[in-house]
């Protein structure tokens, strides 16, 4: 029998990687398919695992008002136990409070579901699973590149979501504590006596408010962290739109050089995370250790 010319050895090799890369190719999307499947398991549970802490936050939140407003509630009974009228009117300002804590309990805290130790534990495991799968899908330093880029997006947004969150705090104390001073003054001036009246108690708590307001703003610098994420934000944002318009840095680059400017992007964009890394570390160290930070945020 005649063989065919094209049934050599090479042909067959050939059909055979072919064949092998296919499997592989098959193989490879399998494993992105799962991979996309099971980071999305991952921010679900820890979608349903941030909501149910913040749940649990709160109804504590509302357990220590209701506990305070009780302690508060008897001690000052005690003090006005024979002023029938003012012992009333706080009755009825701690017993409101109370209740409003306890509803805040009823509507927040979930009462059906896993608990919320079984959602860890969940969180957890697929966490694990995931970083395990990482570990055995390893894609190629262009793919990385590109999700590299692809993801900037999202630390440009957290970290202006943590400026913004920031720069709330900060004023929210800010004000508190321009508003309490003002208090004081004010009810400070309406006092006449040294007997235990209400300007006295009012006088003692706003004073204790704005001393740890005071303590918390100068403490946490909540001011420059917001200045300094929100400049890591948009120093991020400016390579992002220098490498997508091929500018600046970028506009040496033609269209064949992408993963020349893809590296210099990643690289770049790494300096300026890093620098607000330095940064963060130096905002939690205590004054009198912590060296410059640079340029002190304006007004």
């Given at each position: 029998?005649?063989?065919?010319?094209?049934?050599?050895?090479?042909?067959?090799?050939?059909?055979?990687?072919?064949?092998?890369?296919?499997?592989?190719?098959?193989?490879?999307?399998?494993?992105?398919?799962?991979?996309?499947?099971?980071?999305?398991?991952?921010?679900?549970?820890d979608r349903e695992l941030a909501r149910r802490?913040?749940?649990?936050?709160?109804?504590?939140?509302?357990?220590?008002?209701?506990?305070?407003?009780?302690?508060?509630?008897?001690?000052?009974?005690?003090?006005?136990?024979?002023?029938?009228?003012?012992?009333?009117?706080?009755?009825?300002?701690?017993?409101?409070?109370?209740?409003?804590?306890?509803?805040?309990?009823?509507?927040?805290?979930?009462?059906?579901?896993?608990?919320?130790?079984?959602?860890?534990?969940?969180?957890?495991?697929?966490?694990?699973?995931?970083r395990f799968l990482s570990s055995l899908y390893?894609?190629?330093?262009?793919?990385?590149?590109?999700?590299?880029?692809?993801?900037?997006?999202?630390?440009?947004?957290?970290?202006?979501?943590?400026?913004?969150?920031?720069?709330?705090?900060?004023?929210?104390?800010?004000?508190?504590?321009?508003?309490?001073?003002?208090?004081?003054?004010?009810?400070?001036?309406?006092?006449?006596?040294?007997?235990?009246?209400?300007?006295?108690?009012?006088?003692?708590?706003?004073?204790?408010?704005?001393?740890?307001?005071?303590?918390?703003?100068?403490?946490?610098?909540?001011?420059?962290?917001?200045?300094?994420?929100?400049?890591?934000?948009?120093?991020?944002?400016?390579?992002?739109?220098?490498?997508?318009?091929?500018?600046?840095?970028?506009?040496?680059?033609?269209?064949?050089?992408?993963?020349?400017?893809?590296?210099?992007?990643?690289?770049?964009?790494?300096?300026?995370?890093?620098?607000?890394?330095?940064?963060?570390?130096?905002?939690?160290?205590?004054?009198?250790?912590?060296?410059?930070?640079?340029?002190?945020p304006g007004g």
């Open positions: 029998m005649d063989r065919s010319l094209d049934d050599d050895a090479s042909s067959r090799m050939n059909d055979a990687e072919e064949y092998l890369s296919a499997e592989q190719r098959r193989a490879a999307a399998a494993e992105r398919s799962k991979l996309r499947d099971l980071r999305h398991e991952v921010k679900q549970a802490t913040t749940a649990v936050q709160i109804g504590l939140l509302a357990l220590i008002v209701a506990g305070v407003s009780l302690l508060t509630g008897l001690g000052w009974a005690v003090l006005t136990w024979y002023s029938p009228a003012t012992l009333l009117r706080i009755a009825i300002i701690c017993g409101t409070l109370i209740l409003i804590a306890v509803a805040v309990v009823i509507v927040t805290v979930p009462r059906r579901g896993p608990r919320l130790a079984a959602l860890m534990n969940e969180a957890d495991t697929k966490r694990e699973e995931l390893y894609p190629t330093l262009k793919e990385r590149r590109s999700l590299y880029r692809e993801d900037v997006v999202g630390v440009i947004e957290q970290h202006r979501a943590d400026s913004r969150k920031y720069r709330l705090v900060h004023n929210a104390l800010q004000n508190l504590i321009m508003i309490g001073s003002a208090a004081t003054t004010t009810v400070a001036a309406l006092d006449t006596g040294n007997k235990l009246t209400w300007q006295n108690v009012t006088i003692v708590a706003i004073g204790f408010t704005v001393t740890l307001s005071a303590a918390f703003t100068g403490y946490y610098k909540y001011r420059e962290r917001s200045y300094f994420l929100l400049q890591t934000a948009d120093a991020i944002e400016e390579e992002t739109n220098a490498v997508t318009l091929g500018i600046g840095p970028y506009k040496d680059f033609g269209p064949n050089q992408e993963q020349q400017a893809l590296k210099l992007f990643t690289q770049r964009v790494e300096d300026r995370r890093n620098e607000q890394r330095r940064r963060q570390q130096q905002l939690d160290q205590p004054a009198d250790q912590a060296p410059p930070t640079g340029a002190s």
